[in-house]
C-alpha cells in the first residue's frame, strides 16, 4: 500500500484496522467499525489493512495478533489495543483523541 504513509499524515485521525480474512473477531468488527464510521463522518477515517496482504506495513507496526487497531494523527500513533471490541468500548476508547 504505497500510500498508507501519507493517510497517516492526515489532520483527520486515522483508524488503521489489521485484520485477516480467516479471523473470525475480524469479521465481528467490520460492522462495528461500518457504524463508527456512520456517527462520525468526516470526523475519521477509516483504513483496513490486510496483514496476509500487506506484510510490510503490518511487520513495521509489529502487528503479532488480529485484529490489532492503531489509531494515527498527523503521522504520530496516539493509541493502539488488539482485539473486538463492542461499538460504545471502542468508541470511548478512540474519541479522547479526537
Not at 74 to 81: C, D, L, Q, V
Not at 84 to 95: N, Q, R, T, W, Y
Request: net charge positive; aromatic share 12%; with cysteine.
Amino acid at each position: 500500500m504505497s500510500n498508507f504513509n501519507q493517510i497517516i499524515q492526515s489532520n483527520t485521525p486515522t483508524l488503521v484496522d489489521f485484520y485477516a480474512t480467516w479471523c473470525g473477531p475480524c469479521k465481528t468488527m467490520h460492522p462495528i467499525l461500518d457504524k463508527l464510521k456512520e456517527r462520525y463522518g468526516e470526523k475519521i477515517r477509516i483504513l483496513k489493512i490486510d496483514v496476509d496482504k500487506n506484510k510490510a506495513i503490518a511487520a513495521q507496526y509489529r502487528v503479532q495478533g488480529v485484529p490489532t487497531f492503531i489509531l494515527f494523527k498527523s503521522g504520530e500513533k496516539i493509541w493502539r489495543e488488539s482485539g473486538a471490541f463492542p461499538l460504545s468500548v471502542l468508541e470511548g476508547k478512540i474519541k479522547p483523541h479526537f
